[in-house]
Nanobody, 117 residues
């Protein structure tokens, strides 16, 4: 069984920064895609950034230039560095592990990020 545990969320002022972490444990294929998704109240869950086990990454246009995704394969860790945060970034952020193009798909419990003055 695979478990994903997020940490690092919290309350931050507009323009501030946060770094989210996701610890993955269990039986994890070496070839996979990990990503961050977010869901704001009343909205659908959306992709924020994804990164392959080989290091190829893509980020949503709404966060491009502000958010950076990275991973440490040796430690089974995923990170999201969020700079220049805006109130519209407020959401629950979820860690995702995708294996085999969706054949296996795992989610963390989510961590709340609130951007407010």
């Amino acid at each position: 069984q695979v478990q994903l545990v997020e940490s690092g969320g919290g309350l931050v002022q507009p323009g501030g920064s946060l770094r989210l972490s996701c610890a993955a444990s269990g039986s994890i294929s070496r070839v996979n895609v990990m990503g961050w998704y977010r869901q704001a109240p009343g909205k659908e869950r959306e992709m924020v950034a994804r990164i392959t086990s080989g290091g190829g990454a893509n980020v949503a246009d709404s966060v491009k230039g502000r958010f950076t995704i990275s991973r440490d394969n040796a430690k089974n860790m995923l990170y999201l560095l969020m700079n220049s945060l805006k109130p519209e970034d407020t959401a629950v952020y979820y860690c995702n592990l995708n294996i085999g193009g969706g054949l296996l798909n795992y989610w963390g419990q989510g961590t709340q990020v609130t951007v407010s003055s």
